[in-house]
Each structure stands twice: as C-alpha cells, then as structure tokens.
T-cell receptor, first 112, second 112 residues
Framework: SQTIHQWPATLVQPVGSPLSLECTVE??????LYWYRQAAGRGLQLLFY??????ISSEVPQNLSASRPQDRQFILSSKKLLLSDSGFYLC???????????FGDGTRLSIL | KQEVTQIPAALSVPEGENLVLNCSFT??????LQWFRQDPGKGLTSLLL?????REQTSGRLNASLDKSSGRSTLYIAASQPGDSATYLC???????????FGRGTSLIVHP
C-alpha cells in the first residue's frame, strides 16, 4: 500500500533562517506531488505541484521554492524565512487526475 | 475559474443527529469530487471520492451525493458521534487538471 511521510512534525525557526521540509511517498511510482499551506482561519493554499522529476510548477509567488530530486521525494525550501511564512504545511500525492489525493500529517512551522 | 463554497462554515449538534454538509461549485465541468476530514493539527484524510459519472458513494455512516448539473454535493453523516468532530472539506477536480479546488471546510462539533 502507498504511504506518505512528511517531517518534521513541528518546527520553530528564527526570521531569516533557512528552511527545508521533506516529503516522501512509498508504494507508487511517478506520483503527482503537491505542497500546500494552511494558515490559521484561512483555506488550503496550493504552493507548488510536480508531475515528474525536476518539473515544478509554482502557484503563488513567494519566498519559498520546491524541488523534486527523486521520483518520490518533494522538498520545500527557503533561503530566508519571513514571519509571514508561519503556518501549517501539507504535502500530498495523487496518481492521475482521476485518482484521489492523499495527504501527509503536516508540519507546523512557527517563525519567531 | 472554479470556486467551491461550503455551507455551513461551522456546525454544533448533539450526538445522534443525522447531518448534511453542503458543497457547491461554480463550474459543472468536473472530473471528480473528493470529501476529506481534518482533525485539529493533522493532515487531511480522504473519506469519499465521487466520479463525475456517479451520483453517490457510501462508506459506513457516510454518504456523499453529487449533482453536477446544479453544482452541488452533500455529505450525509448518519447517527453522528463525538468522534465525528472535525473539519470536513470538499475538493473538486476539473477534467485535464492536476490541481483540485478546495472549499474552506465545515467545522463540525458533535457534543455528547
């Protein structure tokens, strides 16, 4: 069966520090991969998605970037965090557009 | 542009009631619709996926219906329990797109 792993679960970082969040999927090949942010009191915002290795599409201009170095690995990064980067970050995968999305457990990011 | 609205935004009911959560979408040219559950501080758990050719899907006490022509889906929860307390989100996938459109969710509290 397929599983998705996302870490860390919580992270507290100072303003201006770098960021690296990792997401891996097991049990499937060539998944579509997604990074979302969920801010308090707001909906789910799509940040990046990828349909293949090295293929990244950005939905919202921001201080963040994403990379897909391997088929089932998706990384969210920042060189310098801002206070506004605080939030709950979720990774998800799906097969084709006909298949459901499956989410990781999320990372709670707090910027001080 | 697809827009997804969920009503009500919040709901508090006593245990045992049958519930109906609503999801409406503006563009009826959808591929499928997915209902999720999110517990506080957790990721999204997929509950039901309805293909555009289907009218409903059932899983245990949950039943989701889809009326494409009117742009509506409902999630019916029978005999609600305190363990059903969570936020319920719906997401719509358009044909040919890998990016679902999410509603903001309905926050449900079932009290004993």
């Amino acid at each position: 069966s397929q599983t998705i792993h996302q870490w860390p679960a919580t992270l507290v970082q100072p303003v201006g520090s770098p960021l690296s969040l990792e997401c891996t999927v097991e049990g499937t090949s060539n998944p579509n991969l997604y990074w979302y942010r969920q801010a308090a009191g707001r909906g789910l915002q799509l940040l990046f998605y990828s349909v293949g290795i090295g293929q990244i599409s950005s939905e919202v201009p921001q201080n963040l970037s994403a990379s897909r170095p391997q088929d089932r690995q998706f990384i969210l990064s920042s060189k310098k965090l801002l206070l506004s980067d605080s939030g709950f970050y979720l990774c998800a995968w799906s097969g084709t557009e006909n298949q459901p999305q499956h989410f990781g457990d999320g990372t709670r990011l707090s910027i001080l | 542009k697809q827009e997804v609205t969920q009503i009500p935004a919040a709901l508090s009911v006593p245990e045992g009631e049958n519930l109906v959560l609503n999801c409406s979408f503006t563009d009826s040219a959808i591929y499928n619709l997915q209902w999720f559950r999110q517990d506080p501080g957790k990721g999204l758990t997929s509950l039901l996926l309805i293909q555009s050719s289907q009218r409903e899907q059932t899983s245990g006490r949950l039943n989701a219906s889809l009326d494409k022509s009117s742009g509506r889906s409902t999630l019916y929860i029978a005999a609600s329990q305190p363990g059903d307390s969570a936020t319920y989100l719906c997401a719509v996938n358009a044909g040919g797109s890998y990016i679902p459109t999410f509603g903001r969710g309905t926050s449900l509290i079932v009290h004993p």
